[in-house]
């Protein structure tokens, strides 16, 4: 008889061993095309519910218009979002301008993120943290905007002060002071109304040989700049920015001296530069502002010029004047003095004499003659609101919570809030609790 041998006991382990990575292999594969199958799936059904959304946006085919806002999806179905597909468990839909700006929907164990026209993730979870995520945002329009909560909660209001005016004169040129920025949070009602003014940006100047007259000019920095100016021939003045600033009452900021407690939050407007044919001397950059104090006109001449001021919390900027800058003060046709919401402004066309524009602010910044303007003041001092800061380029710090002020080194044309601001204002409302 022929020996016979079996499988000994480490083959038969290899088997196994084989067999159960086949079986894991497989398994996972399964895995992953049910996986997929579910994914696209939810796909599907969300891009059906975001064009019933979008198709009904703003028209009186629901039982109440779809305006601009955050929506549950509970609350578009009782308004008569309807589909002939999978409904989702839950979830919300922000939308803007007739259109989904951002969304988060949940169907069984899958949650699909949507932004601006695209799906951006679909995974396993909720959508627990998309309203902390949702913000309306208000670019410069000169003009007030209103911001109506759609839902009662914790809201984190930011503002961006705008710049002030550049000045330019031949190959000569200075630059405006940047605009502040301003944060807090403060808890809204459902229907509760802020009042948004966002500032401009300065007028910017630039030199223009003709008779040598003086000419200003008022269309510049909406919400508290100062004019712009120049004098043919011999300098340019930048307009100041305007201010941005969030209240519950409507109306620019100058007009609010009496309903302080109705100012929420401001970030100051830069001050205007100052260009002059004789460059460095009487000239100079525009003060930057935002802060509880903001920043002086910077003289561009290292022996010192005269500059604007500054406002603070309590008063506009003033006049500094240097002991070699030629004149001592400001009776020589002197601008008009800043103030609450303002800044300096000079109004008087003659044949000498210019001063560029202060920043709006809280309280706005001062004019010098022939030199650069002071930054206008932010304000973080309602008792509503929570959780605090001011941000501004080269400015002075604060650690009171109703002051509390970070000098920055950087500024950006786009809205940071690390930085101060280039350009015209901004402000971002976000819901952040529910």
């Keep these: 008889m022929k ?6 006991l480490i083959e038969l382990l290899a088997v196994i061993v084989v067999l159960v990575i086949i079986t894991v292999l497989a398994i996972n594969k399964i895995s992953s095309v049910m996986k997929k199958n579910n994914e696209n799936s939810v796909k599907a059904n969300a891009l059906t519910f975001f064009k019933a959304v979008e198709e009904n946006a703003g028209l009186s085919r629901v039982t109440g218009t779809l305006t601009d806002g955050l929506y549950s999806t509970s609350e578009l179905n009782e308004l008569g979002i309807k589909l002939s597909g999978t409904y989702p468990n839950s979830g919300a839909v922000q939308i803007e301008n007739g259109k989904i700006k951002a969304a988060c929907l949940v169907y ?12 951006t993730n679909v995974e396993k979870g909720n ?24 839902k009662t909660g914790t809201y984190k209001l930011e503002a961006w002060g705008a710049q002030g005016g550049d000045s330019y004169y031949n190959s000569y040129y200075n630059m405006g002071g940047y605009g502040g920025y301003s944060v807090g949070k403060i808890h809204l009602n459902k229907g509760d109304k802020l009042y948004i003014n966002v500032g401009g940006q300065g007028t910017s100047v630039n030199y223009a040989q003709s008779s ?8 510049t920095g909406y919400n508290g700049g100062g004019f712009a100016t120049k004098w043919d021939n011999n300098s340019s003045h930048g307009g100041g920015g305007g201010a941005t600033s969030i209240a519950t009452t409507s109306g620019l900021l100058s007009t609010l001296s009496s309903n302080l407690s109705d100012i929420l939050i401001v970030a100051g407007g830069g001050g205007g530069s100052s260009t002059h044919s004789s460059y460095p001397s009487y000239s100079g950059r525009g003060g930057s502002g935002g802060g509880y104090i903001a920043g002086n006109g ?24 240097c002991s070699s800058d030629g004149t001592s003060s ?21 044949t000498s ?59 950006e044309e786009t809205a940071n809030s690390s930085c101060a601001k280039k350009g015209n204002g901004y402000v971002k409302i976000s819901l952040v609790n529910v």
């Design 298 to 321: 910077v003289s561009a001449n290292s022996t010192c010029y005269n500059y604007g001021n500054g406002g603070s919390q309590t008063a506009a900027g003033s006049f500094t004047a």
């Design 330 to 350: 400001r009776s020589d046709n002197p601008p008009s003095d800043g103030s609450f919401g303002k800044g300096s402004n000079f109004t008087s066309n003659q």
């Design 108 to 119: 069984s164990k899958f949650y699909v993120s949507y932004s601006d026209g695209n799906i």
């Design 353 to 411: 004499n210019c001063y560029a524009g202060g920043g709006g602010g809280y309280y706005g910044g001062g004019s010098a003659w022939h030199a650069p303007g002071g930054g206008g003041s932010g304000y973080i001092g309602n008792s509503l609101l929570s959780s605090k800061e001011m941000k501004c380029y080269g400015c002075t710090e604060s650690n009171s919570p109703d002051t509390k002020t970070s000098s920055v080194d950087c500024a």
């Design 212 to 219: 040598g007259t003086v000419t200003y000019s008022s269309d």
């Design 127 to 150: 959508c627990n943290s998309f309203e902390a995520e949702v913000a309306y945002n208000f670019d410069y329009t000169g003009s007030e905007q209103i911001f109506t909560a759609q």
């Design 3 to 8: 020996n016979k041998k079996g499988f000994t």
